[in-house]
């Protein structure tokens, strides 16, 4: 796989749930990123997690990275139907070029 | 809350054309980025640009690729002679020199008939 893959592809969860999406990526990296992306639209930055860094949270946002096994996690807690999006991770191999990976569509039903 | 802003927000041309997207990037901002994403695609980075010149350009990026920034505050992405195969939404990015955070426009949809 390449750089930067997300698992699921998609995801469809009920509000008020919880919402996991997981990356994996292939090199060493700076810096791990997530993205949303509403339908259409331009890409909005959610959190980041340095490399030397386990878990980071953000409001409803929880992110792991695991360097060793190459993986990161994002969580999204009590889901609403406005997060509905696509979720990207980026992955900052160098200085500061984004490699992003395929995806998650996260469907969150009333 | 400051923003990145592209224009125009769609573009119809005929292949073997050239087309400019512009870009008004955050003012602050010292970094500056295209990337493009194919329908139903992953993102993918295009080039980066830093004080006045390009600091980092993918495969993508070929000699029918260029930017600039001509007049301090617009950075702009010119295709010489589209291809079908150049269809996408094209995404303008920027950031500060003491965040990897990126800020990213609404994206121009480049259509090539």
């Known amino acids: 796989s390449q750089q930067g893959e997300e698992d699921p592809q998609a995801l469809s969860i009920q509000e008020g749930e919880n919402a996991t999406m997981n990356c994996s990526y292939k090199t060493s990296i700076n810096n791990l990123q997530w993205y949303r992306q509403n339908s259409g639209r331009g890409l909005v930055h959610l959190i980041l997690?340095?490399?030397?860094?386990r878990e980071k949270h953000s409001g409803r946002l929880r992110v792991t990275l695991d360097t060793s096994k190459k993986s990161s996690s994002l969580l999204i807690t009590a889901s609403r139907a406005a997060d509905t999006a696509s979720y990207f991770c980026a992955t900052v191999p160098g200085y500061s070029t984004l490699t992003f990976g395929k995806g998650t569509m996260l469907l969150v039903s009333p | 809350e400051p923003e990145v802003t592209q224009t125009p927000s769609h573009q119809v041309t005929q292949m073997g054309q050239e087309v400019i997207l512009r870009c008004v990037p955050i003012?602050?901002?010292?970094?500056f980025y295209w990337y493009r994403q194919i329908l139903g695609q992953k993102v993918e980075f295009l080039v980066s640009?830093?004080?006045?010149?390009?600091?980092?350009k993918s495969e993508i990026f070929d000699d029918q690729f260029s930017v600039e920034r001509p007049d301090g505050s617009n950075f702009t992405l010119k295709i010489r002679s589209t291809k079908l195969e150049d269809s996408a939404m094209y995404f303008c990015?920027?950031?500060?020199?003491?965040?990897?955070?990126?800020?990213f426009g609404p994206g121009t949809r480049l259509t090539v008939t």
């Open positions: 997690i340095r490399s030397n860094e």
């Open positions: 003012s602050n901002h010292l970094y």
């Open positions: 640009f830093y004080n006045n010149e390009i600091s980092e």
């Open positions: 990015a920027s950031r500060d020199e003491n965040s990897y955070e990126q800020y």
